[in-house]
């Protein structure tokens, strides 16, 4: 029992500390000032990638899909400007 104490406390303050210095890699704000999804795939496919998914991460839009020569692509788009997002 007096193991577990001190690592359920140290458990819970990794996990209180992570959350609070987190932050998304696209500070965007409310969502409902975001593009659509929608818009961010028409872009895309004017570029000649074919969209498999979009998802969002991290504030991002993260897509997944294929370039124009069938290459595996993963990238991050801010989802206001639905410009791409430097790692």
Known sequence: MKRIVPTLAAATFALVAGVAFASDKCDAGPKDQWQLKEALEKK???EGIKVKR??????????????????????Y???????????
């Open 54 to 75: 979009i998802k969002i991460d991290d504030g991002c839009y993260e897509v997944y899909g294929t370039d124009a020569k069938g290459g595996r692509i993963e990238r």
């Open 77 to 87: 788009f801010h989802p206001k400007t639905l410009e791409p997002v430097k790692n």
């Open 44 to 46: 895309l496919q004017a």
